[in-house]
């Protein structure tokens, strides 16, 4: 199979030109030097780029589906965090092989989430190399509306959506040779698109949580120049992290990675929009803490002790790439 092939193959698979009504904004997609796209006035333009590498990213033996999928999650979701609508994508392959049959499986995982997104797929590269995917992708958002990580002020709540730690834990059973129930946590994260939306120009910073809460919390931190007390017992959890004891399970929800949920502070006087964004989003979202004056993270139990996650017989993981 030729190159073109593959990329007639690419283009046909992942259209979502069937979906009706809907303006793609794409003056000239793929086939040319160059896509060009329309902007509406009064926008700016959001661009994000992440890339994922076999045995890497992801182990070698993963499905195409999930890679297709989570190449294009893994962007959605900084889309998300800047509170971006997320348009259009560009594509960079790299193949061993030129195949038909892996081509269709990450096609029909891009796509699932494409669609549901209305993002359309503009153009790309595709080279014969290590299998390797980079995912370009583009948004808009009204001018000047961007969520930073700068921004968060003493005294403004700190959130999160969804449940935290799950993806970390599935991804500790299955490496430990189980089956585990919720595994769509790992391999199908949902960026959180609409949220983000829903949060610009209320929240005064955001990001997502990709490589642990308190790693992403603290460059959120670092960049507003302020400091956070967390309140362990408020993070919320996803079912694989029930039964395990309060150490352990807090180890994984602030240390594990690949959840892809939203962190976000919100002055107090917006604390009221939380009910109604719940109910539009269909996403929980969950009050975990406060930012401080000053630097660093206190993580706070319960009974007012401190909680050093170091100690939470957590470290297997957290020393894992
Ligand atoms: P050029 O050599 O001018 O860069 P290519 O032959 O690389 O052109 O690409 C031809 C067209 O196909 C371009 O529009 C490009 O954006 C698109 N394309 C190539 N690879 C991909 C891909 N993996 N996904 C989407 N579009 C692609
Ligand atoms: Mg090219």
Redesign the pocket.
Known sequence: MK??Q??RQ??QETSIDAITGFDTGVKL???????VLELAAGQDLVAATDTLNAGVHFPLDTEPYDIGYKCLAVNLSDMAAMGAKPRWA????SLPEASAEWVQSFAAGFKSLASTHKVS??????TSGPLSISLTALGVIEQGAQLTRAGASPGDLIVVSGTIGGAARVLDLLRAGGSVEEQHLLDRPQPRVDLGQALAGYASACIDISDGLLADIGHLLTASGCAARLEVAAMPHARVLDGLEDEVRWGYQLSGGDDYELLFTLPRSHEGMMAGWIQSTGINLSIIGEVESGEGVRCICPDESVFDPRGSGFEHFSQSP
């Open positions: 190159e073109f593959l990329i690419i283009q997609g793929i086939g040319d030097d160059a896509a560009l594509l960079s392959l797929l503009v153009g790309g590269d595709t």
